[in-house]
């Protein structure tokens, strides 16, 4: 975990990412579920990382694991920039301070108090944000309402209408003058109040004027299950770098009773011969995507000469190709390979290859075609001394 030390920022980050989030129905809180094949808080310090400011993440007790895979997911520079997370406490309010105070050996002068469940906040709308500080000393994003907004009470009757035109609906970042903002969370802890949802409240209780600036429609909060669909929809959009990469791999024929064929076994009256596990259609699509990404090859990746290759399944080549995808931003639009080879019969194992393959990959099945061939009894497929495989990747990156 990157808990290298920062040099002095004039702006650090508090990414608030404490919550349980579990109303979205998944098995993990909702920052770390997948969206676009990488946990939502990854995509979140990316969009946050353009201001190559500290980021001081608040996380859940025990959620050190599952935040291990955000940084995972993320390149080495990005990660670079987030602090050692720190656990955040029974409330949001209380999760905030933490961070804050995490946040003192650096003396920033300005800071932005983001949700993590806001994955794609745009650069303009962080710039805004440090531009509202640095005037106003708080300030947050608001929204005008277009809905008209109803007070109720107890029993669900309509208590009063609020002129719309005075209403705003808030999002994060807000920004703030760093040791105003910790000062009215250590007071609002000091008398107990403890249930303010968002930090212009608590700086609003701590008497100070708050500022609004425009917030941005596209800043979604995640929070129900079909807020995925709906932000996967809306940064699909920017993935117009539309690329194809090729793969072709080969491997012999030698003593066994199996081959490994897309992350499948069969059994063979023969084996194929390799560093790895020799499993040449996944090899061959590992290639594919790394000829998308212009970065390499299976070999510069996996060095054969490396011995904790040896005999290795060959699935966590062609995921490790998937997560550089990721760490671009982009995502796989489909995956296509060929076997060609006498023996075995690729049929009737062709399902469970597509579906192994959709597996590692965290791809639906419609997305991954497998298909097989023979050679006529042509060349050396044809004289059964081994397999080959083709594969075309197709993917989609930001420009
Ligand atoms: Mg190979």
Known sequence: MAAAPHP??????????AGKGLRAGGPVPKQ??????????AHTIEALSVLRAPIQPVIGPGDEPLFATVLDALPAEMRALCRAPVTGGDTRQASVLRGLEALGGDQPQIVLIHDGARCHPATQLLTRAIEAARAHGAAIPGLVVSDTIKQVDAQGFVAQTPERATLRAVQTPQSFTYSLILRAHQFAAKENIQNLTDDGSVAEWAGHKVHLFPGDAANL???????????ER??????????TGQGYDVHAFGPGDHVWLGGVKIPHTAALVGHSDADVLLHALTDAILGALADGDIGSHFPPSDPQWKGAASDQFLRHAVSLVGKRGGKIAHLDGTLICEAPKVGPHRDAIRARIAEICDLPLHRVGVKATTSEGLGFTGRREGIAAMALATIRLPE
């Open 32 to 41: 770390y579920a997948p969206l676009l094949g990488r946990p939502l808080l």
């Open 234 to 243: 809306l940064m699909s959009a920017d993935l117009t770098d539309i690329r």
């Open 8 to 17: 002095a920022s004039e702006i650090a980050i508090v990414l608030v990412a």
């Open 221 to 231: 909060k995640v929070t129900e299950a079909s807020d995925f669909a709906t932000m």
